[in-house]
T-cell receptor, first 112, second 103 residues
């Protein structure tokens, strides 16, 4: 069965640079979520979209923005990167807002 | 926002032993899931269980929404069960239970 696809799998950036993470949800899933997991921590919810509209907002920094496109894929844009942004970024998708979330394998972002 | 607490934080078992992991939450729940994060960082969906009881092989889970807790049972544990088990309520994750199964 098709799963959530995230790209790239690994990304290395320097401080103050920008990064864009992409997420392709499971076909027909209409809801996308973004999470950030720091080393040794639990995943923290950043933001979610339902039918291309922002539905919930968590602890997403102002330096970050995200959107969901007409084909339901989503992108997380990160600017003015800081050392503390080094983390594993997960995207999840679901068919409906409170339905089971299926996670991608994550993008590991390292800031040098 | 909703608070999610998991216990115990760490658990060490011998292969073949059984265990129970607990998740307490502070408010009514729309969505409750149990995940296993393997050593490669992948989050594996174990159960979607906002209420009731489910079983899948050696694993089972029960959520009593009125009392605001969920339990994950692992029977006849194997070394491959090692990793971190997370309870997620709506979009809030607990701190996880780190399970180590020794041969």
């Amino acid at each position: 069965a098709a799963g959530v696809i995230q790209s790239p799998r690994h990304l290395i950036k320097e401080k103050r640079e920008t990064a864009t993470l992409k997420c392709y949800p499971i076909p027909r899933h209409d809801t996308v979520y973004w999470y950030q997991q720091g080393p040794g921590q639990d995943p923290q919810f950043l933001i979610s979209f339902y039918e291309k509209m922002q539905s919930d907002k968590g602890s997403i920094p102002d330096r970050f923005s995200a959107q969901q496109f007409s084909d339901y894929h989503s992108e997380l844009n990160m600017s003015s990167l800081e050392l503390g942004d080094s983390a594993l970024y997960f995207c999840a998708s679901s068919l409906g807002r409170w339905k089971p979330q299926h996670f991608g394998d994550g993008t590991r972002l390292s800031i040098l | 926002g909703i608070q999610v607490e998991q216990s115990p934080p760490d658990l060490i078992l011998q292969e073949g032993a059984n265990s129970t992991l607990r998740c307490n939450f502070s408010d009514s729940v729309n969505n409750l899931q149990w995940f296993h994060q393997n050593p490669w960082g992948q989050l594996i969906n174990l159960f979607y269980i906002p209420s009731g009881t489910k079983q899948n092989g050696r694993l089972s889970a029960t959520t009593v929404a009125t009392e605001r807790y969920s339990l994950l049972y692992i029977s006849s544990s194997q070394t491959t069960d090692s990793g971190v088990y997370f309870c997620a309520v709506d979009m809030r994750f607990g701190a996880g239970t780190r399970l180590t199964v020794k041969p």
